[in-house]
């Protein structure tokens, strides 16, 4: 079953189980999901249609990134399975580019529920905030994974690129707490 059919509780329950996936990846894609919906929220309120449009169009890419999570890191497993350390290098190179999409997405909306909270309506600066909170979270655990299964690729540039998504999320972050 894929994560936009998932019930919030079963999905916490496969999450809190004791299997390879989902994990971590999906963790944070469901945190810019949350993140991406709050500010849809927040745009939608306070008229800005094109931030609203912007945050329906991710919460959807982070979902199905929840997904592409479990499947590139299933890669993994069996390429471990096999004991293929070339196989594995492979995959674990794969399996970066979910988690660095979950950086993107989530440190764009990062700096858009910043935007939403520095909006004169103050109805919707704590949905902001919470979704900057959010999205900034997101940012750095999806940046985190990519530097783990980057681990043998010190000089891979996805890497510096993770960094600088958690640089940018956290400014926005700190933005909206101003």
């Given at each position: 079953?894929?994560?936009?059919?998932?019930?919030?509780?079963?999905?916490?329950?496969?999450?809190?189980?004791?299997?390879?996936?989902?994990?971590?990846?999906?963790?944070?894609?469901?945190?810019?999901?949350?993140?991406?919906?709050?500010?849809?929220?927040?745009?939608?309120?306070?008229?800005?249609?094109?931030?609203?449009?912007?945050?329906?169009?991710?919460?959807?890419?982070?979902?199905?990134?929840?997904?592409?999570?479990?499947?590139?890191?299933?890669?993994?497993?069996?390429?471990?399975?096999?004991?293929?350390?070339?196989?594995?290098?492979?995959?674990?190179?794969?399996?970066?580019?979910?988690?660095?999409?979950?950086?993107?997405?989530?440190?764009?909306?990062?700096?858009?529920?910043?935007?939403?909270?520095?909006?004169?309506?103050?109805?919707?600066?704590?949905?902001?905030?919470?979704?900057?909170?959010?999205?900034?979270?997101?940012?750095?655990?999806?940046?985190?994974?990519?530097?783990?299964?980057?681990?043998?690729?010190?000089?891979?540039?996805?890497?510096?690129?993770?960094?600088?998504?958690?640089?940018?999320?956290?400014?926005?972050?700190d933005r909206a707490l101003a």
């Open positions: 079953m894929d994560s936009s059919e998932r019930s919030v509780s079963a999905f916490l329950a496969a999450l809190g189980a004791p299997t390879p996936a989902p994990a971590g990846g999906a963790a944070s894609a469901v945190a810019c999901a949350l993140a991406a919906a709050l500010v849809e929220l927040a745009a939608g309120v306070s008229d800005h249609p094109d931030v609203a449009a912007r945050g329906a169009a991710a919460r959807e890419q982070a979902i199905q990134l929840a997904d592409d999570d479990a499947a590139a890191y299933g890669q993994v497993i069996d390429a471990r399975r096999a004991e293929d350390a070339v196989r594995v290098a492979a995959a674990l190179s794969h399996a970066s580019d979910v988690p660095l999409a979950i950086a993107e997405t989530a440190a764009e909306l990062a700096e858009l529920a910043a935007d939403m909270a520095t909006t004169d309506r103050e109805s919707v600066r704590g949905d902001a905030i919470a979704g900057a909170l959010l999205a900034e979270a997101a940012t750095a655990a999806a940046a985190r994974l990519v530097a783990i299964n980057l681990g043998g690729a010190p000089a891979d540039p996805r890497r510096g690129r993770a960094r600088e998504l958690s640089r940018r999320a956290a400014e926005a972050r």
